[in-house]
DNA sequence: GCAAAAGTGTTTGGATTACACCCATGC
DNA sequence: GCATGGGTGTAATCCAAACACTTTTGC
């Protein structure tokens, strides 16, 4: 077989992974940006991203990366779409695969560190203009992340460890952009394994809500056992 | 910022596309191997797929990939997973990023070209062993075929364009292993637009059936103009 | 008591299920 | 006629939507 180029010429791409982590707060989903302080696109807005290793896997590089830019540790990376423009980087041929996270923002701290000038959680629908094609890599999971949202039990990702049920609704209500019944909700969501804590909000204004926690160990045992299907 | 390595030596990757291509055919999902003729793996079954070149953006290189290999063309791929491990190529740091697609094998005919020596319509069920990480690629794309067996109408895609209500009933139960009443697939299936044709199968020792085909355009119709969901 | 949100029960219509039955064709 | 699948109707049941109502808190 002949290649229109030699062989050896196809070793000059780079790959980068660049990180979407997403969270939830003032009943927003926010996304994590950073401020470059290095060129290309300097001073400039962009999610977490960097070349991986040569010797590297993808999610140990994302993790890596996700560490060194933002502090941020033991978040659970999911991969998501890969972009090659050739011209996406400025640069040279650098192709990106976007690996993406649901946090629960109040849990972590996320600081600015390496190259990064500033860490920034803004919030989805007013994101500032961003370096690279990271806008479109952005919305592109965010889309991921609300088909998600149906499918999988990853609600529990972005709200606090304790949440009331009004919260999920609104959580839910936001996400896809609809209105619920809160006495349909509830029956909605009968089959999906909570723990309804003896415990109840506190310094609200009216009658303090019960707080759950979602049962993260019930729903694998569904999951294997009775092949439970999570649903929205 | 100081990277452990020179910034060069990051253009010292390569990358590939892999393509698996599905179709339907006796009652059972195949996939499009071709057997190598070039190292590594030379005289294997792999799926179609190698290097992207240095100025293509990868839906292009797809479907480049695809026809230089299978004489395949006008088929629509779309991404799928990218796989990374450092060791997954022999001769270096390759990443590869999956396309698939779903096609009508009896509506186009695949032929071995370029370094390909033969090609293979292969039962999913009774895969050979394959090149490189192949039958991961090629796993973990079926089930994403499954997956989306039920939330978009891509079934046509695999059934002839004229097709029984029976044989799409059967393509559903063969994917997800399970048994349907008859009477209730076509209650179920009344709010798809399908076109009832004025057509019966022939030379059946029974009752001949009548012939369907999928209404594309009511379908974009409904998504756009009443937020059509698809459903099965 | 009032405002505000928490939390529950009832009705209704439409979808899903199980199952029975009739129809058209080849041989 | 009979074997084989094509095609349809019905009753029981489940589920989701709409809506009204009661409860508990702060002020």
Redesign the interface.
Known sequence: ?S???KFD???????SLDCAIFGYKDGKIHVLLIKR??EPYSGEWAIPGN????????PIAASRILSELTKLTDVELH?G??F???NRHPQ??V?T?AYFALVRIDDLVAEAD??AEEVLWAPMHELPSLAFDHKEIVESTYADLRRKLQYEPICFDLLPEKFTLNEMQQLYEYAYNVEMDKANFRKKIKSIPLIHLEEKQKNVKHRPANLFSFDADRYKQLVEEENYLFRM
């Open positions: 077989m290649y229109k180029i010429h196809f070793f000059s791409y780079s790959f302080a290095m070349l991986v290793y040569p010797d590297e896997d993808l991969q779409q890969t090659g423009n050739p040279g041929r192709i695969c390496s190259w």
